[in-house]
Nanobody, 118 residues
């Protein structure tokens, strides 16, 4: 089973930047798709960004141009960089590891709180 641990959340001012990290307990090389989701207060969890093992990325319209997802397979780490952050970006951000032939899934981290406020 894959264990995921997010970090990097916290308080950031509007217009600021943040980088979230997600470290997996094992290799993520074989995990086809990994992504970041978020759940804002009173809202359903939504996909923020995803990335395949081949490097193909996908972003929610709300963060396009402001977010960059990347993965470092050697470090078993998934990243999410966000710029020009807005108050509406406030949410708990979750790391997700998609299905893998050898490790199955999907797996979720516990989440990291991101608050965008002055």
């Amino acid at each position: 089973q894959v264990q995921l641990v997010e970090s990097g959340g916290g308080l950031v001012q509007p217009g600021g930047s943040l980088r979230l990290s997600c470290v997996a307990s094992g290799s993520i090389f074989s995990i086809a798709v990994m992504g970041w989701y978020r759940r804002a207060p009173g809202k359903e969890r939504e996909l923020v960004a995803s990335i395949t093992s081949g490097g193909t990325t996908n972003y929610a319209d709300s963060v396009k141009g402001r977010a960059t997802i990347s993965r470092d397979n050697a470090k078993s780490t998934l990243y999410l960089e966000m710029n020009r952050m807005k108050p509406e970006d406030t949410a708990v951000y979750y790391c997700n590891a998609g299905l893998s032939v050898t490790r199955k899934g999907p797996y979720w981290g516990q989440g990291t709180q991101v608050t965008v406020s002055s």
